[in-house]
């Protein structure tokens, strides 16, 4: 399957001859796909035969500090770098245009590694052959100065490979060969050739270089500058020079992603060795010296974040599965006296893999069990296939097509998704990289990490998993639950709560449980390291935070919310943050003082009676305080209810709302408070109200119906109040949204006031035909505010009082006799022939 070299660009025929040259010169260079198991294994055995002084790799001269800590015995991928640089991006314009500034940022890139990298392959050989390691690639601070609308607020990975996803050549060839993606031509062309035409490294490497290279021809000069390649090539071209310079005898390797090696091999040789001048050498120092902006770590990765069918920008997909690859070819390259074939140990390969899908499928559903036959099926299906293929042994696209072929018996588009999930995890895996203990990281993680333990979270392994709190009968649970909600609040990403008591929106508050999902990612380490800026201290930093978000609301904001401040309070009770809980209790009352908004007050004072039903978990010592701001909360809202006369009619249904809101916030109000004085407060200034409210049917009709559900309104005055806006004098409309304000505030009233029943059916009855019509819409919409129940009931009433029995109630008629069948299969025949005649089967049909 080697790539034909006949038809090749005369600027790709070139390339190859200074390839050639440059060997002579002893540059080798390794134009390698980022974690290919064939890359690495290729790279192994050039380094093992030219026996290099120096080895290169392309990555930013900034992560030279981290060598040492790559090489350490206790460093296990899958692990990555972590590099941090602050940027200008978008200027702020001030008042003067001159006194504009820059906001910065904190960009963010991985640089990860796993077992069959190239990179970690040439790092390890590095040390094993006493060769000199050096990073060559431009400082992440100058390549994020070369993005172009780059989003900041996102980590990205230094190993990007969507140039060559997107390459004409590259899609032609997945035509041509009959590919469903770039992965499958790479595997077929590549990953799946003879292990020893793989060790054959020469030939290897033209064919890695071809395939990058036509992929390089279908971009100009100009985009490749704009995004930065173009400069991190020269970067690179000056430090491959400056040693060959330095050191005329050493002999190296130079590892690149093969996107990039066809400007190298055309900047070093031009009929000769093509060493940097002096101009080049002053830029380039200069650049190097940018690399002291970064801010470089050495972190833990996983397999999840290294599949690139989870969103990873580069690189093999499956690490779990090109892991055992690259682990059959090792033993291959062990035990090659043996005589077992490549084909066989491929073989062996996929037969492991399948016994491990088929195990975790029988544990992810018992009832369809995938039985002996299924299983050696497929393996029969993935051998033929790669035979089929031309491969040389069964590869993952030949897997995944034979536990399509023999473990779906349905439909494929019907296949379910949790198979398929269970599937791509198991060949994705869930690794954990390790990394030196005591290496330079930040305290903040450090701090997190060692208290997640202290609480026994799993921190192993990068897949989910799940805790469930006892947060009321166990104090160490209360500890968990409020370090857990510390963390979200701050946006680490660790855990998701996914039931439990909802103190800000009053839901569930009688769960004495919480259940979280929880896993520490790479993301987790990240974010931590960028909060790290902040403090050194998770409770300081939230602190911090909700003051600043605080003040920052206070100069924003026109009005003051008292559901921001709540809120804010809420949220430090939950993370147990007491000193700063004084400060909140402030700042709300401040808040509340100052809050013009009637519905925005009542919101409040619910939830400051969530967060006092909750007081003895939360272990609050300032209750006294919530009483305090609760009766302010109350008297604040009473003078406010005069905002109760705006005339819009969706005004009219927010403001019902709000007054139901009101009435359940005084019905919940904690006994230590006069919660009758409030009541008669309440309802003594909407009475002093209603004859500025006269226009206003719907707000008339929820205080008439609530003040005789709070007995504030005797059973003779309800009467003379529906009599006086049922009367023929009073407009359709008014009559009407009286009425549906009724039903939305006290919909029982309808079935047990015989005088609300009797004054509705006596004003249906005086209407005519068309104001009844009229009117209809709106009589729909009053009694949709009945439940079923109440819907039968009132049936009843009605059918008892005109004398009605229940069968001349039933709507459906189930008996049919002979001649109304046929009576009704004739219309329907007459029914189908008129649509016909005019042409109307298209249009019944959309």
Not at 367 to 373: K, L, M, Q, T, V
Not at 478 to 485: A, D, E, I, K, V
């Amino acid at each position: 399957m080697t790539l034909s070299q006949e038809l090749l660009p005369d600027r790709l025929s070139q390339a190859l001859n200074k390839l050639a040259a440059l060997q002579q010169e002893q540059i080798y260079f390794a134009p390698i796909r980022h974690h290919s198991p064939s890359c690495s294994f290729a790279l192994k055995k050039l380094i093992e035969q030219t026996k290099p002084t120096h080895i290169l790799i392309e990555a930013p001269v900034s992560f030279t500090p981290l060598i040492e800590q790559l090489l350490h015995d206790d460093t296990r991928p899958p692990i990555a770098i972590l590099s941090q640089t602050e940027i200008d991006t978008i200027p702020l314009v001030t008042e003067s245009e001159d006194d504009s500034v820059s906001k910065q940022s904190t960009c963010s890139v991985f640089y990860p590694f796993c077992h069959y990298s190239p990179e970690w392959v040439a790092i390890q050989m590095a040390k094993e052959q006493h060769a000199t390691l050096q990073f060559i690639d431009l400082p992440w601070a100058l390549q994020c100065d070369q993005e172009i609308a780059a989003d900041f607020d996102k980590s990205r990975s230094l190993l990007s490979e969507t140039y060559l996803k997107h390459s004409q050549y590259i899609q032609y060839l997945m035509k041509k060969l009959h590919c469903r993606d770039h992965d499958e031509v790479w595997e077929h062309l590549f990953e799946l050739k003879d292990y020893n035409d793989i060790a054959d490294w020469q030939n290897f490497f033209i064919d890695t270089f071809i395939w990058c290279a036509m992929a390089r021809l279908d971009y100009s000069p100009s985009s490749l500058a704009a995004e930065g390649s173009v400069q991190r090539e020269q970067y690179m071209l000056t430090a491959i020079g400056q040693l060959k310079k330095s050191q005329p005898d050493a002999k190296i390797v130079v590892v690149t992603g093969g996107f990039h090696t066809l400007p190298l091999l055309e900047g070093l040789w031009h009929d000769q060795l093509v060493l940097p001048k002096k101009a080049e050498m002053t830029r380039f120092n200069h650049q190097q010296k940018s690399g002291d902006k970064d801010q470089n770590w050495l972190i833990r990765y996983s397999f999840d974040r290294l599949d690139s069918l989870n969103g990873y920008a580069s690189g093999m997909p499956s690490p779990a599965y090109y892991q055992a690859a690259w682990q059959s070819m090792l033993l291959y390259d062990k035990s090659t006296t043996n005589g077992k074939s490549c084909i066989a140990f491929r073989q062996s390969l996929t037969a492991d893999m399948l016994t491990d899908i088929v195990d975790k499928l029988r544990q992810q559903n018992s009832d369809n069990i995938i039985g002996f036959i299924p299983f050696r099926s497929a393996i029969a299906q993935s051998m033929l296939l790669a035979n089929l293929r031309e491969h040389h042994g069964p590869g993952r696209y030949d897997l995944l097509d034979a536990i399509q072929s023999c473990f779906i018996k349905e439909s494929i588009n019907d296949s379910r998704h949790e198979f398929w999930l269970t599937v791509q995890n198991c060949l994705s895996g869930n690794l954990l990289g390790e990394i030196p203990k005591g290496i330079a990281q930040p305290p903040l993680v450090n701090e997190v990490y060692l208290t997640l333990k202290k609480y026994r979270f799993k921190l192993d392994y990068s897949s989910p998993k799940l805790t469930h709190i006892d947060i009321y009968r166990k104090s160490q649970h209360r500890q968990r639950s409020r370090y857990l909600h510390l963390l979200a609040f701050l946006q680490v990403g660790f855990a998701n709560r996914i039931d439990g008591p909802d103190y800000i929106h009053g839901k569930r508050l009688s769960i004495m449980f919480e259940d979280w999902r929880y896993a520490w990612t790479p993301m987790v380490e990240a974010r931590l390291i960028k909060l790290s800026e902040q403090g050194t201290q998770l409770e300081q930093i939230a602190i911090k935070q909700l003051q600043l978000a605080t003040e920052q609301f206070g100069q924003n904001s026109t009005g003051f919310s008292s559901i921001v401040a709540v809120e804010q309070l809420i949220q430090g009770a939950l993370m147990g943050l007491e000193s700063c809980f004084a400060y909140l209790l402030n700042n709300l009352s401040n808040c509340i003082e100052n809050d013009n908004e009637l519905d925005n007050l009542i919101n409040c004072g619910h939830r400051l009676l969530y967060l006092w039903q909750g007081q003895n978990f939360l272990q609050l010592k300032n209750t006294a305080t919530l009483l305090i701001l609760l009766v302010k909360i109350i008297k604040q809202s009473l003078f406010l209810l005069a905002k109760l006369k705006q005339p819009e009619q969706e005004q009219q249904q927010k403001n019902i709302k709000i007054l139901l809101s009101f009435r359940d916030l005084l019905n919940y109000l904690p006994e230590q408070l006069n919660v009758k004085q409030f009541k008669h407060d309440f309802y003594h200034n909407l009475h002093r109200l209603q004859p500025e409210l006269a226009q206003l049917p719907l707000i008339c009709g929820a205080i008439d119906s609530l003040s005789y559900l709070d007995t504030y309104l005797s059973q003779q005055q309800l009467e003379d109040k529906i009599k006086n806006n049922f009367s023929l004098t009073t407009p359709n409309d008014h009559a009407i949204n009286y009425f549906i304000a009724i039903m939305q505030c006290t919909p029982q009233l309808i079935i047990h006031s015989t005088f609300l029943l009797d004054s509705l059916d006596q004003l249906m009855i005086d209407w005519s035909p068309e104001r009844f019509i009229e009117i209809l819409p709106d009589l729909r919409y009053a009694f949709s505010q009945l439940n079923p129940t109440q819907n039968a009931s009132l049936a009843s009433q009605i059918a008892k009082k005109y004398h009605i029995v229940d069968d001349e109630l039933n709507f459906y008629q189930y008996n049919f006799s002979e001649k109304e069948l046929n009576k009704a299969l004739s219309l329907e025949l007459l029914i189908t022939k008129h649509i016909q005649q005019q042409h109307l089967q298209t249009w019944f049909k959309q």
